[in-house]
């Protein structure tokens, strides 16, 4: 069964550096989401793509992170610099189209900013 | 903006038994979708079961069945039979319908712990 990947699973990084994180959409999914989610909360919107372009990005702290999705295929979420407070997981999803459509989870990334 | 509340942070039952997980929600759309996620620990996240909002008949998969108050704006989902296996982290979430590009808004969680 085709599953979102991500990479890596586990990041532990300096407060100030710079750290990426990568997903790997199932193929055909044309509309990618990057979601944070708090410990002990529910996930919360970051950026959405409908192939390469962004639909979605009002929840983004646009000042340290961005996100492309170049060939509208995989994704990269960039944090520069980071910070304390953005010490979470970082989910990927991915949907046939956006809307109501059902969207795949991948495993996530756990962030520490040490 | 929509909101949705999840009002119990831990449930508990017993194996084979029946539970319930709360959820309310607050929008003034008449179209929209309502899901419940399960989170397993340390994997990842899966649709549980969903419900449109136009439709008056409550969904259910398998042992999954949600109670749909539309008026109320409540979304239950009960779990039969409860299995070791569905010992997870479950999320209530709405997306607005009617657009392509509406947002998946998440409740706050609620923890089900499964006792053998």
């Known amino acids: 069964e085709a599953e979102v990947a991500q990479s890596p699973r586990y990041k532990i990084t300096e407060k100030s550096q710079a750290v990426a994180f990568w997903c790997d959409p199932i193929s055909g999914h044309a509309t990618l989401y990057w979601y944070r989610q708090i410990l002990g909360q529910g996930p919360e919107l970051l950026v959405q793509?409908?192939?390469?372009?962004?639909?979605?990005d009002s929840q983004l702290p646009k000042d340290r992170f961005s996100a492309e999705r170049l060939k509208g295929v995989d994704s990269t979420l960039k944090i520069q610099p980071a910070e304390l407070g953005d010490s979470a997981m970082y989910l990927c999803?991915?949907?046939?189209?956006?809307?109501?459509?059902?969207?795949?989870f991948g495993p996530g990334t756990r962030l520490t900013v040490t | 903006a929509q909101t949705v509340t999840q009002s119990q942070p831990e449930m508990s039952v017993q194996e084979a038994e029946t539970v319930t997980l709360s959820c309310t929600y607050d929008?003034?759309?008449?179209?929209?979708?309502l899901f419940w996620y399960k989170q397993p620990p340390s994997r990842q996240m899966i649709l549980v079961i969903r419900q449109e909002a136009y439709k008056q008949q409550n969904a259910t998969e398998n042992r999954f069945s949600v109670n749909f108050q539309k008026a109320a704006k409540s979304f239950s989902l009960k779990i039969s039979d409860s299995q070791l296996g569905d010992a997870a982290m479950y999320f209530c979430?709405?997306?607005?319908?009617?657009?392509?590009?509406?947002?998946?808004?998440f409740g706050q969680g609620t923890i089900l712990t499964v006792h053998p």
């Open positions: 793509f409908q192939d390469e372009s962004v639909v979605d």
């Open positions: 929008t003034s759309e008449s179209d929209y979708y």
């Open positions: 999803a991915s949907s046939l189209a956006g809307g109501f459509y059902e969207q795949y």
């Open positions: 979430a709405y997306i607005r319908g009617g657009t392509s590009y509406g947002k998946l808004t």
